[in-house]
């Protein structure tokens, strides 16, 4: 398994993906810092980085990460040499997912680092302990979700074979997200019912639960963990069979 993740690793050597992660992690917090004003509010801060990087960024961020991750095993007609490999295909599927959540770790982490970096230096306040925990649970939370919507994000470019899919993915994702936050703003109960049963915008719905934005209390909302574990094990069983029953001479 350490072969194979390694083999993963050197894969991304002269790449964009890691420029890109780093331009990921800095956007949402270049974007929330901009929205301050000279007496910077932690926040303020903090809820606009969390919208920033979770409602617009992440989805299409992470859906091109593992849409470049199996993509480019396609496009490089590489996926014949993949499939005759002295390793089992799941093995070789796991570590992809597993580079996949390992850039989506180091966007996150970046991202919150450096959006307290900045507020530490544009701030004459200190961080409250509370509210430091506060979203550092609601980040850790987000990751967490993330990572349960790997297998569906390489789905789509599996099976589509390009990176067009996992573009498109990404920005229904950005919609559903809207769709949701559109819901709480004006206190739209059906809207905010209605996006909380869906993969990637039950977690935003959750997210805003964290931080207590104003979601309705008086409607039903399951917890975000039921439809994204869902959508999990339902995709990520899928992709073991396609790559398990793939043909070698055909690539697909």
């Not at 963990?225 to 999990?232: E, G, N, R, S, T």
């Amino acid at each position: 398994m350490l072969n194979v993740f390694y083999a993963e690793i050197l894969k991304l050597k002269r790449t964009q993906l890691l420029w890109l992660t780093l331009f990921g992690g800095m956007l949402p917090a270049v974007l929330s810092i901009f929205g301050q004003s000279k007496n910077l509010n932690w926040n303020e801060l903090l809820i606009n980085n969390s919208l920033f990087l979770n409602v617009m960024i992440a989805p299409l961020l992470l859906s091109l990460l593992a849409g470049f991750v199996v993509v480019r095993e396609y496009g490089d007609n590489t996926i014949n040499q993949l499939f005759v490999y002295p390793h089992h295909r799941v093995k070789i599927l796991i570590g992809k997912m597993i580079i996949i959540l390992f850039l989506s770790t180091a966007i996150f982490v970046l991202n919150y680092a450096l959006t307290l970096a900045a507020g530490s230096i544009m701030s004459e306040q200190r961080l409250s302990e509370a509210l430091f925990w506060k979203f550092t649970r609601a980040n850790a939370w987000m990751l967490a979700f993330q990572a349960l919507l790997i297998p569906v994000t390489m789905t789509v470019g599996i099976i589509g074979k390009s990176f067009i899919p996992p573009i498109v993915l990404g920005i229904v994702a950005v919609l559903i997200n809207m769709m949701g936050m559109q819901g709480v703003e004006d206190h739209i109960a059906g809207h905010v019912t209605f996006v909380s049963y869906i993969p990637f915008g039950s977690m935003i719905v959750h997210l805003l639960d964290i931080m207590k934005a104003n979601v309705p209390d008086d409607i039903y909302r399951i917890h975000a963990l039921y439809p994204q574990a869902a959508v999990f094990l339902l995709f990520f069983l899928f992709n073991v069979f396609y790559y398990t029953k793939s043909e070698v001479h055909s690539g697909s």
